[in-house]
Every structure is written in C-alpha cells, then in structure tokens.
C-alpha cells in the first residue's frame, strides 16, 4: 500500500497552496464580511481551471477526471484557505460540471459542459426544496411534457451559486411509478424565460459563497435537455451527491488544517503564567487531537477518491469521509477557538471564520445525521 502522493499531486498541491495564499487569502475575511466573492479571485480561478479541474481538456477542463485525488487536493488547499470558495468551486465542478461529463450526451457536452469547465458559467445543483431537504423523495417542483418540451413550475432553496449561476441541474418530479415519485434532473439555462433568483441567503458561514432561493414559473425547457434519462433522478441524483460528498469532505480537511495550524502559532507565540501556552498539557492535548482527526479525514477522503479513480463503489466511502471530516473540521474549529482564548471569538482572528464556516460542513450535502443513515444502510444490508 503506497500513501505516498504522486509527483503530479505533489506539483498540484503547492500550486494550489500558493494561489491561494497569494489570492485568496488576502480577502478573505473581507468576503465574509461583504457576503460576496472578489472578481478578481474569480478571473484568476478560470485561468488557472480550477473550475474544470474534474473535467477533460477536450472540453475545456484541466484534465484531472481520472485523478480524483488531486480534485481533492485543490479543494482541500482551497479549503485551508478560504471555505467559501471551496463551496463554490467544490459545487460548480462536482455536482454541475462533472454529472454533465458523466451522465451527459455529447449535445449537452457541447453545448454546456465547454463553459462550465472554462468557468465563463457558473453552475450550480438544485435538489433542496421547503419541503424536501434530507428526504430527496419530497421534492415537488413539476416538469410537465408539453410536445417536445417540459414545462418546469415550483422552487427551490439553498442553491450554492444559485444567484451567480448560468446553468443549473434541477431535479424535478416527472410523475409517478408503482405508487413511488419518478424523479428526473434537467439541465437548465437561467436565460429561459420563467425563471428567476428569489431570496439570496444571509447565513452563518461560508457567506461570501451565494446561497439562493431560485423561482420556476412555466420555464420551458427542451426535452434534449435532460440528464441521464426521464425518471433516473433518483438513482443518478444519489451517484452525483456521492462525488460531491469528496468534494466537502476535501473542503473539511482544509478547513480543518487552517484551525490547526493557527491554533500552533499563537499557542507558540501567546504567554500566559509565564510562559508560552503550548508548554500546558491542556493545550498539548487538544493539539494531538486536532491532528490525529484531521490526518484521519484526510486519509478517509483520498482512499474515497482512489477508489472513485479505480471504478469501485465509493458511496459508503464517501459518506464515511464526509462524515468524519467535517466533525473533524467543526471540532478542530472548536479547540481553535478556545486556543485563542477571548482573542478567537473577535473578527480580527481568522478562526473566528473558520468556526462559523466549520459548522456548514455538517449540513450541507447530507447533514451528519443521513451520512450515519447512509453508513448504516450499507453495513446492514452487507452480507
Ligand atoms: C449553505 C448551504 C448550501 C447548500 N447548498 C445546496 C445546494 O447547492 N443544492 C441543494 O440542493 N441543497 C443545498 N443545501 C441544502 C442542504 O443539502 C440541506 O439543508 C440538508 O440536506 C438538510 O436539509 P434540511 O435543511 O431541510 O434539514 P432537514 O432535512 O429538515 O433536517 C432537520 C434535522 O433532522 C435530521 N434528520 C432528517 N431526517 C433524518 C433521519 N431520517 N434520521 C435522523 N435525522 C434526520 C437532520 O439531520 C437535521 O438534523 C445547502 C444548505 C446550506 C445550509
């Protein structure tokens, strides 16, 4: 068993490392302050594609759909970094771009997926409703067949990007089979007449990524528009949020590592009792734990992705890294806090951020509760 990075991976990750610190790192708290996402982060992100990072460069993507790993890498490094952006690339590339890749005819390819990968689009996934967040079968939003078009009413929230996006995939009901809901994902153009952004979310973390309500009011979208087949919304809907959960799970372990590695400078520099405050086993103590966490979801999440890159089934995987690394990152997060003291809860201190950021990790893409159902669904049915 090799753990070791490839020299590829290697070059990726400080790649990644030095863009974001030399971009990303310096707004970042401004961002979170103004509720939105610097211009002029977002044009060196396309340069570098890192919005087609999941994608082949025949459309317009940086190639890396076979090496997961690095996917997660650079969402891991973009993560340590800032958690917002992490979202929205995370989002834009796994659950918009790469279904399309994946699941998507070569029309669609074409016609969506170029854009996409080169970042002139935004995308975005669009499964949450009112009434159906954890449960995925009550989703209400309508598409009728109306000739050679569907005709798309009702609404959706908490869409990441959903307010910046140009192209999304909607998962709406297209009617009813052996008394069960047929689910189908369309891919749609926010262009289309009928559709409109509604609220746009004033949240707890990761707020300079958008969160939006968005409104269908008979949007007609044309049958070749739709994804992996009519009524396979659900079975294609759970493949895409098993390669988005990577993708959270790699934001975590970033997450995770800028709260550990503030929480060792100041516990090097802040004195207390006459000495500096790492020297305090209670302090030594929480340092470990961060660590041997953190190491954890970073190693669950590349083995997720390996086998992602071998072809194997990594759905209980995923879930399993999705799962321990946000609780990683939230506690992680957590000892920061208290690492600095009254220093940490003040604006001024980045992990201030990164414990409201931290507990987004734990909601979105499955909250922890239906990871735990996932996990369990699998070991119970095992054989
Ligand atoms: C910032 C942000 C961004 C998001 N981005 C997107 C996006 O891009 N696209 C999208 O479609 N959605 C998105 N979401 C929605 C997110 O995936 C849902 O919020 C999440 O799945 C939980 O659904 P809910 O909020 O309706 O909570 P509920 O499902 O109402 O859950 C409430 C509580 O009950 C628990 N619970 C529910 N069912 C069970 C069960 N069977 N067993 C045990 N406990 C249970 C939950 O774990 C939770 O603790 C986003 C959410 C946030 C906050």
């Known amino acids: 068993m090799d753990f070791s ?43 570098l594609k890192y919005f087609g990072s999941c994608i082949p460069e025949e459309y317009g993507g940086a190639g890396l759909h076979n090496d997961t790993i690095s996917f997660a890498i650079i969402t891991e490094e973009i993560g340590r970094v800032d958690a917002s952006w992490a979202i929205t690339t995370g989002v834009h590339a796994s659950v918009c771009a790469y279904p399309i890749y994946r699941f998507g005819t070569e029309e669609q390819k074409q016609k969506f997926l170029i854009d996409l990968a080169k970042g002139i689009k935004i995308g975005a996934f669009c499964l ?65 007449p009928g559709y409109s952004v509604g609220v746009k979310e004033d949240k707890l973390g990761v707020r300079a990524s958008n969160t939006s309500e968005l409104v269908f009011q008979d949007v007609r979208v044309p049958e070749e528009n739709i994804l992996g087949g009519l009524g396979s919304g659900f079975r294609i809907g759970l493949q895409i949020l098993d390669y988005g ?55 669950l999440t590349y ?24 609780e990683a990152a939230m506690k992680a997060a957590h000892q920061a806090v208290q690492i600095h003291g009254g220093y940490g809860t003040m604006k001024a201190y980045a992990v201030e951020r990164y414990f409201r950021d931290a507990k987004m990790g734990e ?19 095992k054989k």
């Open 303 to 326: 083995r997720a992705a390996w086998m992602c890159d071998q072809g194997m089934d990594y759905g209980l995987s995923g879930s399993m890294a999705k799962l321990v690394a946000s």
């Open 128 to 192: 949450t409703e009112a009434n159906a967040g954890s449960d995925a079968g009550g989703v209400q939003l309508t598409a009728e067949k109306d000739g050679d078009e569907y005709i798309l009413n009702g609404s959706k929230i908490f869409a990441t990007n959903g307010g910046i996006s140009k192209t999304l995939l909607v998962v709406a009901k297209t009617g009813e089979k052996d008394k069960r809901k047929e689910l189908t994902v369309f891919i749609v153009d926010t262009d289309t």
């Open 245 to 299: 959960r990577i993708s959270i799970a790699s934001q975590c372990v970033g997450l995770g590592q800028a709260c550990l590695e503030k929480a060792i400078k100041y516990a090097n520099e802040r004195e207390q009792f006459g000495q500096k405050i790492s020297r305090f086993q209670g302090i030594q103590w929480k340092i470990a734990d961060m660590t041997t966490d953190i190491e954890s979801a970073r190693l």
């Open 5 to 47: 990075l490839t020299e590829k991976q290697k070059m990726i990750k400080k790649i990644t490392r030095e863009f974001a610190e030399e971009y990303i790192a310096p707004v970042a708290q401004e961002s979170d302050q103004k509720s939105e996402l610097d211009p002029t982060v977002l044009e060196k992100m396309k340069e």
């Open 363 to 381: 909601i979105y893409e499955g909250t922890s509760e239906i990871q735990r159902l996932v996990i369990a669904n699998h070991m119970l049915r």
